[in-house]
């Protein structure tokens, strides 16, 4: 486990508070079937002040624009980066411009294979509780204006209002009274936050779904928590005297 370290987006900075959450891998259950992930990656890009946000959305869509979009391009224009789809030399350029800003990665990656049985057929009830482990590791009592959470818009009506209950139930307590919460659920096309934390989430899910690190390792020094929720347990040795 990496530990929680504050200091890239809480300490000397005052102001609003960007969390944007995306996840990688699947929630689907049965290793017999094909498709299915081993792991389930949650990520948040946690980002403090409106310039640090500009900056990271202005990094987006300038990679987009330049090398997905170059004026010599024919054919169909590339609305929106993901991190399954997108090479590792356009990650890096991505990367370069964004690597002086102060933002924090947080990450928490399901084994999959030790989770109960009862739970596997309730993969709200799972998405939910892994969000709020994850935000749980954000250091709440350290903002001072407002709090916005950011989430790619996959859920019905229904659903959206029921994370947005629980989560408001887990973190209001960490708040101070004036500070402001809000949850919300956009169009990733629309939000070139939600395509950066795409690109990071599929990093680190890749790390531990196929042993890949390219890109997590050049990204690495960013994430400021890391942990896999229920690790593979350890096979005993036996003992030889």
Same mark, same amino acid.
């Not at 370290?5 to 005052?14: G, P, V």
């Not at 708040?175 to 096309?189: G, Q, W, Y």
């Not at 390219?214 to 690495?220: E, L, M, N």
């Given at each position: 486990?990496?530990?929680?370290?504050?200091?890239?987006?809480?300490?000397?900075?005052?102001? &609003?508070?960007?969390?944007?959450l995306?996840?990688?891998?699947?929630?689907?259950?049965?290793?017999?079937k094909?498709?299915?992930?081993?792991?389930?990656?949650?990520?948040?890009?946690?980002?403090?002040?409106?310039?640090? *946000?500009?900056?990271?959305?202005?990094?987006?869509?300038?990679?987009?624009?330049?090398?997905?979009? &170059?004026?010599?391009?024919?054919?169909?224009?590339?609305?929106?980066?993901?991190g399954?789809?997108?090479?590792?030399?356009?990650?890096?350029?991505?990367?370069?411009?964004?690597?002086?800003?102060?933002?924090?990665?947080y990450?928490?990656?399901?084994?999959?294979?030790r989770?109960? &049985? *009862?739970?596997?057929?309730?993969?709200?009830?799972?998405?939910?509780?892994?969000?709020?482990?994850?935000?749980?590791? #954000?250091?709440?009592?350290?903002?001072?204006i407002?709090? *916005? #959470?950011? #989430?790619d818009?996959?859920?019905?009506? &229904?659903?959206?209002?029921?994370?947005?209950?629980?989560?408001?139930?887990?973190? @209001?307590?960490k708040?101070?009274?004036?500070?402001? =919460? @809000?949850?919300? *659920?956009?169009?990733?096309?629309a939000?070139?936050?939600?395509?950066?934390?795409? =690109?990071?989430?599929h990093?680190?899910?890749?790390?531990?779904?196929s042993?890949d690190s390219?890109?997590?390792?050049?990204?690495?020094?960013?994430? @400021?928590?890391?942990?896999?929720?229920?690790?593979?347990?350890?096979?005993?040795?036996?003992?030889?005297p």
């Open positions: 486990m990496i530990p929680s370290i504050h200091y890239d987006i809480i300490a000397h900075m005052r102001g &609003p508070w960007y969390l944007f995306d996840e990688s891998g699947d929630l689907g259950f049965g290793s017999d094909p498709g299915r992930s081993k792991h389930f990656t949650i990520c948040i890009l946690a980002i403090r002040t409106d310039t640090n *946000h500009r900056n990271i959305a202005h990094a987006i869509r300038k990679t987009i624009a330049r090398k997905l979009n &170059p004026k010599t391009k024919r054919g169909r224009i590339v609305q929106e980066i993901k399954s789809r997108t090479v590792i030399g356009v990650k890096e350029y991505f990367f370069r411009m964004v690597t002086g800003i102060h933002f924090g990665i990450a928490l990656t399901l084994n999959k294979e989770l109960f &049985p *009862h739970l596997q057929e309730n993969k709200e009830v799972v998405y939910n509780y892994l969000s709020r482990l994850l935000l749980e590791q #954000l250091p709440f009592e350290n903002a001072d407002s709090v *916005h #959470l950011v #989430l818009k996959r859920k019905s009506k &229904p659903l959206i209002r029921e994370f947005n209950q629980y989560v408001e139930r887990a973190l @209001r307590h708040l101070a009274l004036n500070v402001l =919460l @809000r949850i919300t *659920h956009e169009d990733s096309k939000n070139p936050c939600l395509q950066a934390v795409d =690109l990071f989430c990093g680190i899910y890749k790390k531990y779904e042993g390219i890109w997590y390792d050049i990204f690495k020094g960013k994430v @400021r928590y890391e942990d896999i929720y229920l690790p593979p347990k350890k096979e005993s040795v036996p003992y030889k």
